[in-house]
């Protein structure tokens, strides 16, 4: 099946810094992907939207500037939570779909963020 | 955006066939319906797909009505790994798919 790997898998920083998280598609070209964050024992939220050769797509209540997505080729994108605060401590997991099958996604084993 | 309904939560004991059922009132004609497992900590999987009628593949059946405003999600014969959340969703290709998870199923196999 379709491979998605993410890295980090778990990173803590201090307040105020920048983290970066990758997401791959390893076996298929993804012009679609998603980021989702989830906090403990609730369900994913969606964060975003993200297509290859454009600007992502946020969901209302979510920064766009804080949280600021690069799709720059079809198996990368890349989420960077800027001036991390404790409340941004979550799950991010990025999921992606092949080209024209956006109806099927597959996730990345997520990234455990802390922020001290 | 077609909205899930599932039940919070279940429970099963090993060697037992579950059945997680699923609404979705308003789903659309283009609409498929897809079934996640999810582990703590992990990414979810995916489990399986179907448009109508039935669909087995080697992990679970996937059960829909004609009317399509529901489906079931059948594990047969679970084992205590079986224990994680399920999510069902619907969604297309078209106007736009986006991903909107429910609450999810939480199941509880018991030795």
């Known amino acids: 099946g379709a491979v998605v790997s993410q890295h980090p898998s778990r990173v803590i920083c201090k307040s105020g810094t920048s983290v970066k998280i990758e997401c791959r598609s390893l076996?298929?070209?993804?012009?679609?992907m998603f980021w989702y964050r989830q906090f403990p024992k609730q369900s994913l939220m969606l964060m975003a939207t993200?297509?290859?050769?454009?600007?992502?797509?946020?969901e209302q209540g979510v920064e766009k500037d804080k949280f600021l997505i690069n799709h720059a080729s079809l198996t990368l994108s890349t989420l960077t939570v800027t001036s991390a605060h404790p409340e941004d401590s979550s799950f991010y997991i990025c999921?992606?779909?092949?080209?024209?099958?956006?109806?099927?996604?597959?996730f990345g084993p997520g990234t455990r963020l802390t922020v001290l | 955006l077609a909205k899930t309904t599932q039940p919070i939560s279940m429970d099963s004991y090993e060697g037992q066939e579950v059945n997680i059922t699923c609404s979705h009132n308003n789903i659309a004609t283009n609409d498929y319906i897809t079934w996640y497992q999810q582990f703590p900590s992990q990414g979810p999987r995916f489990i399986i797909q179907?448009?109508?009628t039935k669909v087995t593949n080697e992990v679970a059946s996937l059960f829909i009505p004609a009317d399509r405003k529901s489906s079931t999600l059948s594990l047969p014969r679970v084992s205590l790994s079986d224990t994680a959340v399920y999510y069902c969703l619907v969604g297309s290709n078209t106007g736009g798919f986006k991903t909107i998870f429910g609450a999810g199923t939480r199941l509880f196999v018991k030795a």
């Open positions: 179907g448009y109508k």
């Open positions: 076996d298929f070209q993804a012009t679609t």
């Open positions: 993200s297509n290859e050769g454009s600007k992502a797509t946020y």
């Open positions: 999921s992606a779909s092949p080209p024209a099958r956006t109806d099927t996604q597959y």
